[in-house]
């Protein structure tokens, strides 16, 4: 293995706020791994909506200077010694952790996963959070059963793309929500029953009317504050509604005792609450990229932004302007 720089290019924040604390570097320190952790030489970095929650605060960040993002794919130039699960220099990696947007990583092994061969780095890049999030949420969050209505919300989004090219494939009805035309016929054709733009249409109407009056069995619902309430509306009696993040903001507290209208389940969960062992975060990645192997899940790629580019990538999507997934190369 050739020797390592001292020092790589990263993005930092040393405060929370609005795109203009991202401040992209080229001399951060290339970190050392530690024993049960491998240094990953990043290809591409994946953006996630949560990277804006701990650019804003929302999430709190542990310490400042900080370095956003969750996920990335990559190769393992240095291994640290400790319990590896049979992970070595040279592995071609997908990972989960903290400090992605960077050319290096030091990561916890646990959360590294060796990329099946065949799969481009891009997908296999694309795939891993937003796939890992969609599969425990049909699976776990709501077990979604052959022929259930579902109702997602941003639809087209990185994470809704993949839900509903999941749920076609179990057979449910799917009702997705978007905010544009163009995003209404992304998600048609990623396989749901019926679009909604809910910029313009009235979605409870709509939902009780491809339902029979009777609602959804879930929700899935990752807007938030803006489409609570009309999430809560649109579940079936004995429905489920898993809200699983804060696009439009964090849901407000609100009164239990508004589910006793049909007995709806409320769920809010988080990946990382499914994917905690190394069991279940190797059988969930197992599936993900059989899928992924055998071509029946398109990971939509919005944009492959330059990593120097990082404050015109939370832009566009904190202001609705993709879909799919957002790349970051750590090289540009
Ligand atoms: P997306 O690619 O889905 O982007 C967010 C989308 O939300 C936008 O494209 C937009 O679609 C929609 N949206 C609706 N209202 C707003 C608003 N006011 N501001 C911005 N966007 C809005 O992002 P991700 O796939 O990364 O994440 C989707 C959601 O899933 C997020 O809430 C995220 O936190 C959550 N998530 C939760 C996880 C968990 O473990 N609980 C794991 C992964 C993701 P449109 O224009 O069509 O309305």
Do not use: C
């Not at 807007?223 to 309430?229: M, N, P, Q, S, W």
Request: avoid cysteine; hydrophobic fraction near 45%; proline fraction near 5%.
């Amino acid at each position: 293995m050739a020797s390592l720089p001292s020092t790589q290019k990263g993005v930092v924040i040393n405060k929370t706020g609005g795109t203009d604390v991202l401040e992209y570097k080229t001399d951060l320190p290339v970190p050392a791994p530690a024993a049960g952790q491998v240094l990953v030489k990043n290809d591409y970095l994946g953006i996630n909506y949560i990277d804006t929650y701990f650019r804003t605060g929302l999430y709190k960040p542990a310490q400042f200077p900080y370095v956003l993002g969750r996920e990335a794919e990559g190769t393992i130039v240095k291994a640290g010694g400790g319990e590896l699960y049979g992970l070595k220099e040279g592995d071609r990696v997908v990972w989960l952790g903290e400090a992605a947007y960077a050319e290096y990583t030091a990561v916890p092994a646990d959360k590294v996963y060796k990329i099946p061969d065949g799969i481009p780095p891009k997908v296999a890049a694309a795939a891993l959070l937003q796939g890992l999030t969609a599969l425990s949420l049909v699976r776990e969050a709501y077990h979604v059963e052959k022929g259930d209505w579902v109702l997602v919300h941003a639809a087209a989004g990185g994470t809704g793309l993949l839900l509903v090219q999941l749920l076609k494939a179990i057979g449910a009805n799917t009702i997705g929500t978007a905010s544009t035309p163009e995003k209404v016929e992304l998600a048609r054709r990623a396989g749901a029953t019926h679009v909604i733009n809910y910029s313009v249409e009235d979605v409870k109407a709509k939902v009780l009317e491809l339902t029979g009056g009777a609602g959804v069995a879930a929700v899935l619902d990752g807007v938030g504050k803006a489409t609570f309430d009309l999430s809560l509306e649109s579940v079936a009696r004995k429905g489920t509604l898993v809200s699983f993040g804060n696009a439009s903001g964090a849901v407000p507290p609100f009164a239990i005792a508004r589910l006793s209208a049909r007995n709806t389940r409320l769920l809010r969960p988080t990946l990382f609450n499914y994917i905690a062992t190394r069991a279940e975060f190797e059988a969930y990645a197992a599936d993900l990229f059989g899928f992924a192997a055998r071509g029946e899940l398109d990971f939509r790629i919005h944009d492959t932004y330059p990593l120097s580019e990082i404050a015109r990538a939370h832009a566009d999507l904190e202001g609705r302007r993709t879909a799919g997934k957002l790349l970051l190369d750590p090289t540009k």
